[in-house]
């Protein structure tokens, strides 16, 4: 079964919401997939799981980096910037 978390970390996870995560990853590690949709780069996630200050950020980033594949999708376009939902979206109109 795949769990796609759209909007990964656009708010600042609280301890408790941490634990729910980390024990969430752990429970499907290596068992299920798990697509993390998000508008940081891998390398900011750190910080937005409370960086140092935090003692399960190591242990989330962990279980997500191990074992994983990631696809960066930049801008089509960056000259207009087009979205992707106006690409590939199912209104045939705003892809003119």
């Known amino acids: 079964m795949v769990l796609i978390l759209d ?3 656009l708010l600042k996870p609280a301890d ?3 634990k729910d ?3 969430l990853l752990h429970r499907r590690r290596r068992k299920s997939s798990t697509i993390f949709c998000s508008q940081y780069e891998f390398e900011e996630w750190y910080d ?3 960086g140092d200050a935090s003692p ?3 242990a989330i980033i962990d279980r997500i980096a191990h074992d994983s594949y990631r696809i960066n999708i930049t801008s089509i376009d960056a000259e207009h910037d087009i979205s992707m939902r106006e ?3 199912l209104d045939k109109t ?3």
């Open 16 to 18: 408790s919401e941490q």
């Open 94 to 96: 705003l892809r003119e």
């Open 21 to 23: 995560i980390f024990e």
């Open 87 to 89: 690409v590939y979206g």
């Open 7 to 9: 909007e990964w970390l």
């Open 48 to 50: 937005q799981l409370g």
């Open 56 to 58: 399960l950020a190591d």
